[in-house]
């Protein structure tokens, strides 16, 4: 076997293995690098689903390998930092949601089926932030509600 | 001295089969470049890489993208793109040539070979190339595509969740990948492709209308051979991973277009032609390809019934993960398998019976005229499933477009196309078009079996009486392919 | 240039060793396409082969008796007469070489060696040569028999049963 033909075989190799390797890695990178990269420091980011049956906000991921096989952690509160900046990543694994922060003036933001929705906000204050979908669902819709907690308030109580 | 270059005509090579009379154009007689592509060595890898990175890329998001399927590309760009592209130009246009840069025996050759581009001679059974493996006999018994017609039968009654929900799509995927190259590592060859893949086995059928084919250009040349290289390899190809010996190959059916034999031909005696659509390759040869263009022709039909048509009961019966009616699955289920194995096929037969009788076609056996005379199910199978696709890339096209830029369904926006919105495209065409290209296929399945009819019989009184029972049976499929798209 | 009468009974006769030379080696490379795959198969084409070779001793000696040394042959013969050739390009892959099929193959390409030399022996006016392809014809049909006789020996079924 000539030298030529051992580099061709083994940039072949190292191309297929860049790409089993290099793609998880892109993905990764894009969502816990790139995207947080793009907002000041001190930013909370939070990925929040909707799901319809059952009425459930979730923080779990409901994504291909999850959505028939994993029940969601219902979410009822989130904590907040009083005075940081939010950016909620909103996704529905069903159907049309509509998220709505009406204390903060935030929303409804529609949440269609399949997408990831952006909502930044500041927490200028945390007194009853309420969340909840605005647009029925299915026959859970109305258990489909949380709360932004303030984290600092939460930790002197605990 | 070396002669002088004469200017090379294009070349047009009449069909020796005089019945045929159809015309045949050389590609690498006109373009040799192309056959100096297809003989570099790398030819298949760089073909494959692309496909190979889309496919891992797919897997990936299927696993952690959204489970909405109109907004996951495995959905879409699989299911949509691929689908349309296969059924309307990669098979009619260019047979197996989908085989070519598959990806999903990708790992299982590169198992066998441990190579991905380089050729090693040597010796293992049947062949003059070092292959590793355990490289046993595929069962006789299964040595048929039956295996491909129980498994694209048992794909496509779960279909409705196979082309909506992204991880059943994975799961389905990922199977085959493992089990191409699990069966790479203990059979000769690619056993995986010929006799288990689904896709393989359709592609087989719907190759025959190809205007493609690959095939010797001098058959004394083959007579003459002493390596057999073709199918054997040697130092410049592999073997053939398909098994066909192309000193005889007269049908498309089981070539995958991989060009190693014209790697590996010491005559240079190979070549591309090209060819008129579905006009050359009308023999079946055995009851497994009977059945499995009786499955198409009947999957077309319930495809169509349970993704357009506006009697959502079907679909709610088909979408059994979401409804859970499992009695309306059931139903579905066994009316449909019923349809594609016994009915069917049960029509045929009688198509035949009344044929053979009303012809007094004594000479001919039941079994040779059910054989030849099936071919007519193939260019009406092909055009009907084209019908069925159009709808499916004139009203769903459009995702492909938002699709592309949020592969995930993460909120990203690649090329700004991601809130693209559903528009269907000229949907008030969509019936004319399917009406067009089912009477094509009813056109070309006529003149196939008038094809077949002439080389069977020489009375023209017997091959008419012949041909009128199955050309009842085409026109009734037809019409009812019409009535389900156009009411 | 007029080719004497001898030289084209000559020019036959050792057209007629390199065929058997030529397909002895034919058989030997269809033979290798059975090998570790199917072994009754591949026997039988090693078998063909050395039958064509001893075919070639034989044509060797009737043209040592009639001309003496048989010279250096170098070159294919053109003809493609009596070439043994796989019949289906998908014997392989729907697995329906037999042992009969293999009989098969050396059948027709002998009884078209048969009928190519009877075909020549009507259309040739020298005697001598005449002569010489009604021996090659009946050289041919007795090979044609002793396969005939082992297809019926080994109750031989019709061509690959229905899939």
């Not at chain 1, 790139?34 to 923080?59: F, M, N, S």
């Not at chain 1, 509509?98 to 204050?125: K, R």
């Not at chain 2, 073909?47 to 190979?52: C, H, K, S, Y």
């Not at chain 2, 009947?298 to 059994?320: E, I, M, T």
Request: with cysteine.
């Amino acid at each position: 076997m000539t030298n030529k033909v051992i580099y061709k075989e083994a940039a072949a190799a190292l191309s297929v293995l860049a790409i089993l390797a290099g793609l998880p890695f892109l993905l990764w990178y894009w969502r816990n690098v790139y995207v947080p990269g793009k907002y000041p420091p001190g930013t909370q980011i939070i990925h929040l689903t909707a799901v319809a049956d059952g009425g459930i906000w979730t923080r779990d991921p409901i994504v291909g390998y999850s959505y028939w096989w994993k029940t969601p952690t219902r979410v009822k509160e989130i904590e907040l930092k009083q005075g940081s900046h939010v950016v909620l990543f909103l996704s529905s694994p069903d159907v049309q949601h509509a998220f709505s922060l009406p204390n903060l003036h935030v929303g409804p933001v529609p949440v269609p089926a399949g997408h990831t929705v952006e909502v930044g906000f500041t927490a200028d204050h945390t007194d009853e932030l309420n969340f909840a979908c605005t647009q029925v669902c299915g026959r859970d819709h109305s258990k489909l509600a949380g709360q932004f907690v303030d984290s600092q308030s939460r930790s002197a109580q605990h | 001295m070396a002669a002088p270059q004469t200017l090379v005509q294009p070349v047009v090579v009449p069909n020796t089969t005089t019945e045929d009379n159809a015309w045949r154009f050389d590609v690498f007689g006109r373009w040799p470049w192309v056959k100096r592509v297809v003989r570099m060595p790398s030819f298949q890898f760089l073909l494959i890489l692309p496909n190979l990175l889309l496919f891992y890329f797919f897997l990936i998001t299927g696993l952690v993208g959204t489970p909405v399927g109109n907004r996951n590309i495995i959905i879409v760009f699989v299911w949509i793109l691929w689908w349309v592209v296969l059924i309307t130009a990669l098979v009619p246009f260019g047979s197996r040539v989908w085989c070519t840069m598959c990806p999903l025996p990708f790992f299982g050759d590169w198992l066998q070979r441990r190579a991905l581009i380089r050729v090693r001679p040597g010796k293992s059974p049947g062949t003059g190339n070092q292959f590793f493996g355990l490289q046993k006999r595929w069962p006789k018994k299964l040595s048929n595509i039956w295996l491909q017609n129980v498994g694209f039968l048992f794909l496509a009654t779960f279909s409705a969740l196979l082309v909506t929900r992204p991880i059943v799509s994975v799961v389905l995927f990922a199977i085959m990948i493992l089990l191409a190259a699990a069966m790479a590592l203990v059979y000769r060859l690619r056993t995986f492709c010929n006799y288990v893949c689904p896709i393989s086995g359709f592609l087989s059928l719907y190759a025959m209308t190809s205007t493609v084919e690959l095939r010797s250009s001098d058959a004394n040349e083959c007579l003459k051979c002493k390596s057999k290289a073709c199918i054997r390899g040697s130092e410049k190809g592999w073997a053939c991973p398909w098994n066909v010996y192309m000193g005889k190959l007269d049908r498309n059916n089981y070539c995958g277009l991989c060009f190693e034999c014209v790697k590996s031909c010491p005559n240079d005696n190979i070549s591309l032609y090209l060819r008129p659509f579905a006009t050359s390759d009308v023999s079946i040869k055995g009851y497994d390809e009977v059945w499995k263009a009786s499955i198409m022709l009947v999957l077309a039909f319930s495809y169509s019934v349970v993704l357009l048509s506006p009697w959502g009961r079907f679909k709610d019966w088909a979408n059994v993960s979401e409804t859970h009616n499992w009695g309306g699955f059931a139903i579905y289920a066994v009316v449909q398998i019923l349809l594609a194995l016994v009915i069917f096929p049960g029509l045929y037969y009688l198509s035949i019976r009344v044929a053979k009788w009303y012809a007094k076609a004594d000479g001919l056996s039941v079994r040779e005229l059910f054989l030849a005379y099936s071919y007519m199910l193939v260019p009406l199978g092909l055009l009907a499933w084209i019908a069925f696709s159009i709808p499916l890339i004139m009203i769903n096209g459009a995702y492909i477009i938002s699709v592309a830029s949020d592969p995930l369904g993460w909120g990203m926006n690649l090329f700004g196309t991601a809130d693209f919105p559903w528009t269907p495209f000229l949907p008030e065409w969509v019936p004319f078009l399917q009406v067009v290209v089912l009477l094509l296929g009813l056109y070309y399945s006529l003149r196939g079996l008038h094809r077949v009819a002439l080389k069977l019989f020489s009375d023209p009184v017997q091959r008419n009486r012949s041909l009128i029972p199955p050309t009842v049976l085409l026109v009734g499929v037809t019409l009812v392919f019409l009535r389900l798209f156009i009411g | 240039m007029t080719v004497l009468p001898s030289d084209a009974v000559r020019q036959t006769l050792l057209r007629a060793i390199q065929i058997e030379s030529r397909n002895s080696e034919l058989y030997e490379s269809l033979a290798l396409i059975f090998e570790g795959y199917e072994d009754s198969v591949r026997q039988t084409f090693r078998e063909m082969a050395e039958e064509e070779r001893q075919h070639g001793t034989d044509l060797k000696e009737r043209y040592r008796a009639k001309f003496g040394p048989v010279p250096l042959l170098t070159g294919e013969p053109k003809e493609v007469i009596e070439a043994p050739d796989l019949e289906d390009a998908e014997a392989l892959i729907f697995d329906s070489m037999t042992l009969a099929e293999a009989l098969r193959v050396g059948l027709h390409a002998e009884e078209a060696a048969r009928d190519f030399y009877r075909r020549e022996m009507l259309h040739t006016s020298d005697p001598e040569l005449r002569g010489v392809y009604q021996e090659l014809g009946e050289f041919e049909e007795t090979h044609v028999r002793v396969l005939q006789d082992k297809l019926a020996g080994r109750n031989a079924i019709g061509s690959s049963s229905a899939r």
